[in-house]
């Protein structure tokens, strides 16, 4: 008799197993979709932060000699890094403007569109800030903020933590 509830009891774990099994492979179907989303926002948002890196280092640097206080550049010396970092904010606003959103992230199009049109705008707002004797960059900081705050959403919405753009390309 023991022989029989033990062989009952472990044909029931057995199937007990098997309707579990089953489940979690339904639900896994959908996770290499929701990884393969993620791994296309990642990859799209290192190639967007490189090839801004790949043009924006006199930006960059002269932003930095601006940001000074104390041991700031001489006038003659930023108005040549102001000429440098104008064409450098020209060329990262073509270089957005040309952006591709892979087909992966299809579900995001607008949000993305939108974050990389911000994007464009502040480098294009750089650049043409940067052609004034005394420019202002905080409007185009501000724009710059926006596209984050557009990306941050994407990445909440794909399950990613926000990245930061500006720490990513201001650097």
């Known amino acids: 008799m023991k022989k029989i509830w033990f062989a009952l009891f472990s044909l029931a774990f057995v199937l007990a197993l098997g309707a579990c099994s089953g489940n979690s492979g339904q639900s896994g179907a959908k996770k290499p979709a929701k990884s393969a989303t993620k791994t296309a926002l990642m990859n799209f948002y290192m190639d967007l932060t490189n090839r801004i890196n790949a043009q924006d280092r006199d930006l960059n640097t002269y932003e930095q000699a601006i940001a000074k206080t ?72 501000k724009k710059l903020e926006q596209a984050n705050d557009e990306l941050g959403k994407v990445f909440k919405k794909a399950g990613l933590s926000p990245a930061s753009l500006p720490d990513d390309v201001n650097s």
Request: charged share 30%.
């Open 70 to 141: 104390d041991d700031r550049p001489p006038k003659t010396e930023l108005a040549t890094m102001q000429k440098a970092a104008q064409s450098s904010a020209e060329n990262v606003g073509k270089e957005v403007k040309n952006t591709k959103i892979p087909s992966k992230l299809n579900n995001y199009q607008s949000e993305i569109k939108t974050a990389v049109k911000d994007l464009q705008q502040s480098y294009q707002m750089k650049a043409d800030e940067l052609k004034k004797a005394n420019p202002s960059l905080d409007a185009a900081n």
